[in-house]
């Protein structure tokens, strides 16, 4: 065993990668810098002579968040069953998009976060529909690229067992299509319903949503939303154009909102609303609009 663990650069260091694993496995920015928090918690509980006794203080620290993590999912099933309509997971802005006071060297967990296909919105919601050791074991297996004699010692099952959960997951993965649509084509057809919803063409937005299109709001309770999720084009180009009735002077920007093209809707320089979109064949499939404001603190500033 070597002394790795003495020092305290080799634990902070870690701060980042393991915000990027927590918020993939909890969908929340709060909830991944608590389980963080905990960890490091548990780590400088240990005596001096136990953190020097561990050779790899990441990998512990992986261990305990992962853990952490677990049970936070086993919770927030029954917490997200009382939430008051849907539950989306937390939108992302892209660096330079952030509210004013944020860093490159910044603690502020939004500030830590790599924004790639495994944090897109799409990608985001399919996780929630796996166990909470199934998430754990697909996140660090095919996202992270942990063996799966690491990711027992977090589930406390076997390897093989972690290998089969990890292939169920893989399995609900594939029922939801990959985003296949360019950035560029995402971005001019994000571009055009911007320009739709703010001129209320109805028949425009028609023409850019797929008929089968689904968009889901979260509002926490609150503030004033849908609470189910709208089915059908048609529908939604109608519920839209309500919204900018009622809301003159809403003021739409583009935005990239976990790695793709978004829209941040604003009001009197307040963010109101955050975004995502699901594009395929030059037509807008999925809309997922947060608007619960204890989830866009990121977007503030």
């Not at 739709?196 to 949503?209: F, G, H, M, P």
């Not at 309770?221 to 809403?250: C, N, S």
């Not at 739409?252 to 809707?265: D, K, Q, W």
Request: aromatic content about 6%.
């Amino acid at each position: 065993m070597g002394t790795a663990g003495t020092s305290t650069d080799a634990t902070v260091g870690e701060r980042r990668q393991l915000i990027n694993v927590a918020y993939r496995l909890l969908g929340s920015l709060a909830e991944a810098e608590d389980a963080v928090q905990e960890a490091y918690a548990r780590w400088y509980a240990l005596p001096r002579s136990r953190r020097e006794e561990i050779a790899s203080p990441g990998a512990w620290l992986t261990t305990v968040t992962g853990r952490v993590c677990l049970d936070a999912l086993g919770s927030a099933r029954a917490r997200r069953e009382r939430y008051v309509g849907a539950w989306l997971p937390d939108p992302l802005p892209a660096h330079a998009e952030r509210g004013h006071g944020h860093g490159a060297d910044s603690a502020d967990p939004a500030d830590q976060m790599v924004l790639d296909e495994s944090v897109t919105m799409a990608f985001l919601v399919v996780l929630e529909s796996m166990t909470p050791a199934e998430r754990v074991a697909f996140v660090l297996h095919d996202v992270f690229r942990y063996p799966f004699a690491d990711i027992a010692g977090i589930l406390r099952r076997t390897p093989a067992a972690c290998k089969q959960l990890a292939a169920s997951a893989r399995r609900r993965v594939r029922v939801a299509p990959a985003p296949q649509t360019p950035a560029a084509v995402r971005a001019d057809v994000v571009r055009q319903v911007k320009e739709a919803w703010q001129t209320k063409d109805i028949a425009a937005l028609v023409d850019l949503l797929d008929p089968a299109a689904v968009m889901t709001a979260d509002g926490g309770g609150t503030v004033g939303t849908v609470l189910r999720p709208i089915e059908g084009g048609a529908r939604i180009a109608q519920y839209m154009a309500a919204i900018a009735d009622k809301a003159p002077g809403l003021e739409l920007l583009e935005r990239s909102v976990n790695g793709l093209p978004g829209l941040v809707a604003r009001r009197d320089g307040a963010v109101m609303t955050v975004a995502a979109f699901d594009v395929a064949d030059g037509r807008v499939t999925r809309i997922w609009a947060v608007r619960n404001p204890e989830k866009l603190g990121p977007w503030v500033g």
